[in-house]
């Protein structure tokens, strides 16, 4: 195996695994996965040609990689599930219950502008506050099925 091909693995490997446990709703999208992967590998190999110290051409692979996906839809979703309603379920029933949610609380997300630094802007409560409303609401109509 040659090293682009062992850094394209790796790079796809550590995309997967964040878009498995943060971004449910691209975990599948191939396309997706190896364009980034791609696009990585190819900017660690350019960087390490040009001399950059090996700390450096991670940093800028890395970049690449995970670009767009440092505010998580789901990681919010079930902040909100595990604070907020934890109490009326087990706690290996929070992340379906918090994969349910998801496109529940898409019209939510869909009136904020998310940026990579969304979590740490004064908007966030008002997200969290929202979110809790539209899971009480739903779970006071449908139960927790």
């Known amino acids: 195996m040659d090293v682009q091909q062992k850094d394209l693995s790796y790079f796809r490997l ?8 943060s971004f449910p709703e691209k975990a599948h999208d191939q396309k997706f996965i190896d364009q980034r992967s791609s696009w990585a590998a190819n900017a660690y190999e350019g960087a390490f040609r040009s001399g950059n110290a090996i700390e450096q051409c991670n940093e800028i692979a890395n970049y690449i990689l995970f670009e767009g996906l440092h505010f998580s839809k789901f990681d919010t979703v079930f902040k909100v599930v595990c604070n907020e309603f934890d109490t009326i379920m087990a706690d290996e029933e929070l992340r ?47 139960g927790l099925q």
């Open 14 to 21: 550590r995309l997967q695994e964040l878009l498995n446990s």
């Open 96 to 142: 379906p219950f918090a994969l349910k949610m998801l496109p529940v609380c898409e019209p939510v997300f869909a009136e904020y502008e998310l940026t990579d630094d969304f979590a740490y802007g004064y908007e966030f409560d008002l997200l969290y506050t929202e979110l809790t409303g539209t899971i009480a609401i739903w779970i006071e109509e449908n």
